[in-house]
């Protein structure tokens, strides 16, 4: 019994093969920027730090939350209340507690965006770290980079078989390699970071940061393999 050639691992010189690779590359406006909070908080006893700390989460919290839709995601990461130690004669002694807390926003506003950082270092003891822009994972441009490379792939085969002679007859196989933004995920600073401390609140409101959103670049890469005609060599 014999298997048909389009059905073999490999061409023949009936029905060659041809194997090409597509690649697209889009660069895309961003559709989400997250910003990373660092609220602290210092205190002669653990009490004291805890409750400073506290006060003070919950500030950042409800600033966040009065923006509404344009908050997409808050999450609380990372807590810690660490005692600062000191040499007393030959003994340590606890000289301080040192409390922390970390959060993440997510927002879809970039006007907004600016607005908020500002306020939020305008705020004692909290730290701003971002923005880092990004796509979400359903966004059309993931697609059309697919569509974009496997049009290339096409395009590619078809100049390979008209060098020859020939015309493509079939698609045996295609392979998709992904597409994926370059930029890492947060909380990497690949690009449009910016860091931002405030001791003290003031009286009157901070100006609104300006940020220019950073271009995505999208990548798309697929393997083809193509039957075609046999060539006119």
Do not use: C
């Not at 093969?17 to 002669?44: F, K």
């Amino acid at each position: 019994m014999t298997q048909d050639a389009s059905h073999q691992p490999y061409g023949t010189p009936e029905v060659p093969r041809v194997a090409v690779r597509g690649e697209a590359r889009l660069e895309v406006d961003p559709e989400i920027a997250r910003i990373g909070i660092t609220v602290s908080a210092r205190g002669t006893d653990r009490r004291t730090a805890l409750e400073d700390l506290t006060r003070r989460n919950n500030a950042v919290l409800d600033l966040v939350k009065s923006y509404g839709d344009p908050v997409e995601n808050l999450e609380t990461g990372a807590f810690s209340i660490t005692p600062e130690l000191t040499r007393h004669g030959r003994a340590e002694r606890i000289r301080a507690y040192h409390g922390r807390v970390h959060l993440t926003a997510e927002l879809n506003d970039f006007t907004t965006l600016g607005e908020l950082t500002t306020r939020l270092a305008d705020l004692e003891l909290t730290q701003v770290d971002g923005p880092w822009w990004a796509l979400r994972p359903t966004s059309p441009a993931h697609g059309e980079a697919r569509r974009q490379a496997v049009l290339e792939a096409v395009q590619r085969a078809r100049e390979y078989a008209a060098a020859l002679g020939s015309t493509l007859a079939a698609l045996v196989e295609l392979a998709d390699l992904g597409a994926e933004n370059t930029p890492a995920p947060f909380p990497s600073g690949a690009g449009g970071g910016m860091r931002t401390m405030a001791f003290s609140a003031t009286e009157e409101a901070a100006p609104a940061l300006d940020l220019e959103p950073q271009r995505q670049t999208v990548y798309a890469q697929v393997n083809a393999r193509f039957t075609m005609t046999p060539p006119r060599l």
